[in-house]
């Protein structure tokens, strides 16, 4: 008969590895293009954990927790951030690498140099079915604003636009949502990742 795995059991098992899961990242990375709502930041960040992304860029205007250096927020912006961020986040803040830079497109640019492989996740003319595209490792997915999207200049820079097609009247799925479908679907397309093995029980 099958058992569901207590709360407790899973915890147990991350723990057995918990030093080595905040060393060993899978070669991707995550860029934000002005998220504006704190709470898919936060989820962004236990889906990034989970993945165990290289690291998390949040730019623009989005919000990111504590920790930033140079921080030239208000007091109490820092605190409203830091608290509805780590709410959604639950625990995953301290285990996920990240950063806040000002311009996203500065960092595609950058990691493009380094080459990384940059996919932005968008509806686009020209996009391609995000189950089509050639994922190749090291890679950067950008996502953005839950209304406006990835920014048409990142667009431009971006070596595939992934697209995540609807079925009805909806035009398009949460920011996380669509970022957790992408991810999985690099993973599935890129293992194994070298060095990096997806966390097993």
Not at 110 to 115: I, M, N, Q
Not at 132 to 143: D, I, M, N, R
Not at 153 to 172: H, L, R, W
Request: charged letters at 30%; hydrophobic letters at 40%; aromatic letters at 8%.
């Amino acid at each position: 008969m099958i058992r569901k795995k207590s709360t407790k059991e899973l915890e147990k098992e991350r723990q057995k590895n918990r030093e080595k899961l905040k060393t060993d990242r899978a070669p991707v990375y995550v860029i934000a293009d002005s998220i504006r709502s704190l709470d898919n930041v936060g989820l962004l960040f236990r889906l990034c954990e989970l993945i165990r992304v290289k690291k998390l860029y949040l730019c623009g205007i989005t919000g990111y927790p504590k920790g930033q250096k140079l921080d030239r927020r208000k007091p109490w912006k820092i605190e409203r951030a830091d608290h509805r961020i780590k709410k959604t986040a639950i625990y995953a803040v301290p285990f996920v690498p990240w950063e806040y830079k000002r311009s996203a497109l500065s960092v595609v640019k950058r990691l493009k140099s380094e080459g990384v492989q940059i996919v932005a996740l968008e509806q686009a003319f020209g996009s391609l079915d995000y189950r089509e595209v050639k994922y190749k490792l090291p890679l950067a997915l950008v996502v953005g604003h839950e209304i406006n999207g990835v920014s048409k200049k990142i667009i431009d820079a971006a070596d595939s636009i992934a697209e995540i097609p609807t079925y009805c009247i909806g035009n398009y799925l949460n920011v996380v949502i669509a970022s957790s479908i992408a991810l999985y679907k690099i993973i599935e397309k890129t293992e194994p990742f070298g060095p990096y093995k997806p966390a097993r029980s």
